[in-house]
């Protein structure tokens, strides 16, 4: 089993609707959750950061936490053709602040 | 401010020459990374630095891969003798001491081709 593992893509989702991302992690004592932003021939840029069970939310972008779970999704509302990217889901596992990375899910908003 | 920066930004080298990729983290951040990304792997963190002194490396593939950190502000990735199969984006990434240390701030990358 992979140590952070994401719904596979790729995702396309029409403007103006929603984009869910998933991701699952296999050490229950990790306490840091992030989801960053990969452009194409870019280098990740962070986005989201959640230490906490529920949602935290950062303009059209909410992050969802549930650690009894393992489980930490990401929301893109009203999503905009500037959101096509691939998103990353990273997770601090032994709090020594080294991030393991989800594969990446690829997202595509239609016109 | 300045983010991280790496150079080169791109390199292209012959199977069994020496490769060095440099990085300048950003000042004031006490942790410093280096990833590589394929499609196959996604992104694998390589080794990284606390203060200048490196904290973890089993993620460095082989002996053919070093790195070093003589300074807060400069970093090396070094492969010697490079292999087709190091073709990947480097990355370097750094992260500062307090409040989020494990927040971590990413370069441009290095875009390595080995032929």
């Known amino acids: 089993q992979k140590e952070v593992e994401q719904n596979s893509g790729p995702l396309s989702v029409p403007e103006g609707a929603i984009a869910s991302l998933n991701c699952t992690y296999s050490d229950r004592g990790s306490q840091s959750f992030f989801w960053y932003r990969q452009y194409s021939g870019k280098s990740p840029e962070l986005i989201m950061s959640i230490y906490s069970n529920g949602d935290k939310e950062d303009g059209r972008f909410t992050a969802q936490l549930n650690k009894a779970s393992q489980y930490v999704s990401l929301l893109i509302r009203d999503s905009q053709p500037s959101d096509s990217a691939t998103y990353l889901c990273?997770?601090?596992?032994?709090?020594?602040?080294?991030?393991?990375f989800g594969a990446g899910t690829t997202v595509t908003v239609r016109a | 401010d300045a983010g991280v920066i790496q150079s080169p930004r791109h390199e292209v080298t012959e199977m069994g020459q020496e490769v060095t990729l440099r990085c300048k983290p950003i000042s004031g951040h006490d942790y410093l990374f280096w990833y590589r990304q394929t499609m196959m792997r996604g992104l694998e963190l390589l080794i990284y630095?606390?203060?200048?002194?490196?904290?973890?490396d089993s993620g460095m593939p082989e002996d053919r891969f070093s790195a070093k950190m003589p300074n807060a502000s400069f970093s090396t990735l070094k492969i010697q003798p490079s292999e087709p199969r190091d073709s990947a984006v480097y990355f370097c990434?750094?992260?500062?001491?307090?409040?989020?240390?494990?927040?971590?701030?990413f370069g441009p990358g290095t875009r390595l081709t080995v032929l």
């Open positions: 990434a750094s992260s500062p001491a307090a409040g989020g240390a494990d927040t971590q701030y």
């Open positions: 990273a997770v601090n596992l032994s709090n020594d602040y080294k991030l393991s």
């Open positions: 630095f606390n203060n200048n002194v490196p904290i973890d």
